[in-house]
């Protein structure tokens, strides 16, 4: 950065800012992962157009953390990943599946549900409400519900900053 201005051709910078049109005029979506206690691990920016599919494979990897058991051998983690249906997709299901993820989305409307790998758990999709609360109090910050950023890493740090806040009010037991 010079005086206050963006470098044009900065790698890490995405060309549209993770600015978008969408219904509502410009947007951008903050895609998230978090624990089973809403604690933030990991988030990824897109434009408001991109599908939420488009956003799955680089948030899970980024934050690829695993778990050891007592011999050494690799836990997958997390050990399901809940989502709405904007995640229901065929790939994704397949994909999880294969991290030894198990997939907590609910089938779409029009979809023939026996077809499907695995059975819906409704009571681990419950749980999804976790994620939902984590998204209501990061929306409660005037800065990131305005995004009064120009651009997505200075955007992004404002998100980290607040992720810094939460892990700061959660008491470790």
């Known amino acids: 950065m010079r005086c206050g ?10 060309a549209d800012h993770a600015l978008g049109r969408s219904r ?8 998230l992962l978090c624990d089973g206690h809403g604690l933030p691990l990991h988030f990824h920016l897109t434009p408001g157009q991109a599908h939420d ?3 799955l494979d680089e948030l899970l990897e980024a934050a690829d953390a695993t778990l050891l058991d007592e011999v050494g051998q690799r836990i997958p983690w997390p050990v399901a990943l809940g989502g709405d249906k904007g995640y229901r997709a065929d790939w994704i299901d397949q994909y ?3 991290l030894g ?3 907590v989305i609910p089938s ?3 979809e023939d549900r026996s077809k499907r790998p695995i059975k819906f758990h409704k009571k681990l999709y419950r749980r999804r409400n976790i994620v939902e609360r984590l998204i209501g109090w990061l929306k409660e910050s005037r800065r990131i519900f305005a995004r009064y950023e120009k651009t997505a890493q200075n955007f992004a740090g404002m998100i980290k900053l607040a992720f810094i806040r939460q892990y700061l ?3 470790l037991v």
């Open 169 to 171: 009010k959660y008491k």
């Open 5 to 14: 201005r963006w470098e044009k051709n900065d790698p890490e910078e995405p």
């Open 108 to 110: 779409r409307e029009n």
């Open 96 to 98: 999880l599946l294969r």
């Open 101 to 103: 993820i198990t997939p």
């Open 24 to 31: 509502g005029g410009f947007s951008t979506k903050i895609h």
């Open 53 to 55: 599919s488009t956003a």
